[in-house]
Structures are given as structure tokens and as C-alpha cells.
């Protein structure tokens, strides 16, 4: 199996992690993976929400985000660039779409700024992912312990989730 027309959406923190944010960009290209978010271009300087260089200026702050959760959704499953455990208010927002939606998310630091349980197989590095879903590697997307809190999330997420 390969990569070929698969496609993962980078989230997290750009104000304060870019450089691992592009880092993860180049693990999944190199992997033959397609980034639909981020585009990789320039961030611009100032204001309360990051923007790029490619988005309209007369964009609202709101518009810009659902252009962005948009390309988002493109992708089949989206990482989480979240050193040290830090995801931010947007990107929680985005991640709580994500899982509303049933999709995957990949983190690659379990989050330590979002109440949600994240289930140890749910952590990786962006090369560790690019590598599972090249060789097809099949892995558990739901919660699978078995106390009330597990058995919670598993209700959340329903069997399908993440197909």
C-alpha cells in the first residue's frame, strides 16, 4: 500500500510551534501524503488570529476559520502538532469539530490544554503516522480500555469511527 491520493490536515498552534508544524508538513509529503492544511505559506505578522499570506484580507477572522476547517475536512485524518502537550483555543475548536465529525486525530504529544481522553495509540510523530498508513498498518481508532469513562468514549465515537 501507499500514500499515493491520501490526504492528512495539520493542525495546531502556528503562532507558537510553526517550525514543528512545517516539520510535520515535510514528514508526510515525504511520504507521499498530501497536506491540505496548512498550505505551508508565509504567516503574517501581528494581530490575535494567525493568518497566511494566501488568505483574502477582507476575510473575517471567523471566514478565514471556516476556509480553514474546510481543507480540514479534506483530508482523512488530521495530526495535531502539540509539543509539550499544548493544543490552543483554535485548534481545540478544530478538534472538537473533528471528533463531532467521527474523524481521526493523530496528536503528537498527548494534550495536556484539552479535557478529552486521548488513548496512548492516539500519540505519534508525523513520520511514525506517514509510516502506518503507508504500509497500512492497522491500528485501534476508539477507545478500547473498560472502565465507565472508556466505555463513555466508546459511546461518543460509536464503533465507526474513524473508518
Known amino acids: 500500500m501507499t500514500n499515493a491520493g491520501r490526504k492528512v490536515a495539520v493542525i495546531g498552534s502556528f503562532r507558537r510551534f510553526y517550525t514543528e508544524v512545517l516539520e510535520a508538513i515535510a514528514a508526510f509529503s515525504a511520504a ?40 480540514i475536512f479534506e483530508a482523512e485524518i488530521a495530526f495535531v502538532v502539540a509539543p509539550g502537550g499544548y493544543v490552543g483555543r483554535s485548534t481545540c475548536y478544530e478538534i472538537g469539530r473533528l471528533y463531532q465529525a467521527r474523524r481521526p486525530v493523530i496528536f503528537s504529544a498527548a494534550p495536556d490544554d484539552l479535557p478529552v481522553a486521548v488513548p496512548p495509540a492516539h500519540v505519534m510523530a508525523a513520520s511514525d503516522l506517514a509510516r502506518r498508513l503507508a504500509t497500512g498498518e492497522i491500528f485501534s481508532w476508539v477507545h478500547n480500555g473498560s472502565d465507565e469513562f472508556d466505555a463513555l468514549e466508546q459511546a461518543l465515537t460509536g464503533p465507526d469511527m474513524f473508518r
Request: glycine content about 10%.
Open 32 to 71: 507521499g501524503l498530501a497536506v491540505t492544511s496548512p498550505a505551508g505559506a508565509a504567516l503574517t505578522q501581528g494581530g490575535a488570529f494567525v493568518r497566511f499570506a494566501s488568505d483574502r484580507a477582507d476575510w473575517s477572522n471567523s471566514q478565514v476559520q471556516t476556509a480553514a476547517l474546510a481543507k
